[in-house]
């Protein structure tokens, strides 16, 4: 069963660049996957924020700022948010999602702490 | 405004069946799938089903098969989960999203509803 694995947690200042990980299972090549990524604070629904496929192949989610971006690390099989200008607001839980085949699959979580 | 609303969550018994209902407004609802997805407490996200804009492609997560069942009413503009013989593990706020398409196949969620919490307990 394809998995998505993500740090449980996450650390940065306001102002720094937060780096979130999403590593692909070895049964799976990031290359061919769209990686899309959702923030979730409690008591709100789940917010799209973007998805990544390549440079020329990504999208931004209605209203999300440009700091929020995404990428590949090809050679860790993983796909990247990454969160320049932290704010306070942007403390929350991320989540990338996948379709390997024959379902929708989430990564666990990392839970993003600004200091 | 795109506006997803669930309902029928609450507190039911292990070994039970509820049905949970999400009525959409603000979009073509037939022209689009919609899915269910929970969350469990202290959990993360976990994709339970999800049905084409038509109605007849429904897709449940690898765990999910046999006690859930997805359905649409495209006229009343409302897409229903029926969970049966609940276990105390299916407590978890449930979510219904609308695709960006037609098929539940790599067409992302980009509207939610708040949630509607269903808990299971003896």
């Known amino acids: 069963q394809p998995v998505l694995t993500q740090p449980p947690s996450s650390s940065a200042s306001p102002g720094e660049s937060a780096r979130l990980t999403c590593t692909l299972s070895s049964d799976l090549d990031v290359a061919n996957y769209n990686i899309y990524w959702y923030q979730l604070k409690s008591g709100r629904p789940p917010r799209f924020l973007l998805f990544y496929y390549s440079d020329s192949n990504q999208g931004q989610g209605s209203g999300v700022p440009s700091r929020f971006s995404g990428s590949k690390d090809t050679s860790a099989n993983a796909g990247i948010l990454v969160i320049s200008g932290l704010q306070s607001d942007d403390e929350a839980d991320y989540y990338c999602l996948i379709w390997p085949s024959k379902s929708w699959v989430f990564g666990g979580g990392t839970k993003l702490t600004v200091l | 405004e795109v506006q997803l609303v669930e309902s029928g969550g609450g507190s039911r018994q292990p070994g039970g069946s509820l049905r949970l209902s999400c009525e959409t407004s603000?979009?073509?609802?037939?022209?689009?799938?919609m899915s269910w997805v929970r969350q469990a407490p202290g959990k993360g996200l976990d994709w339970v089903a999800g049905?084409?804009?038509?109605?007849?492609?429904?897709v449940y997560g690898d765990s999910m098969k046999g006690r859930f069942s997805i359905s649409r009413d495209n006229q009343a503009n409302t897409v229903h989960l029926n969970i049966v013989n609940l276990r105390v593990d299916d407590t978890a706020i449930y979510y219904c999203a609308k695709s960006t398409g037609w098929y539940v196949a790599t067409k992302y969620f980009d509207w939610w509803g708040q949630g509607t919490l269903v808990t299971v307990s003896s």
């Open positions: 603000g979009f073509i609802f037939s022209e689009y799938a």
């Open positions: 049905i084409s804009g038509g109605g007849g492609g429904e």
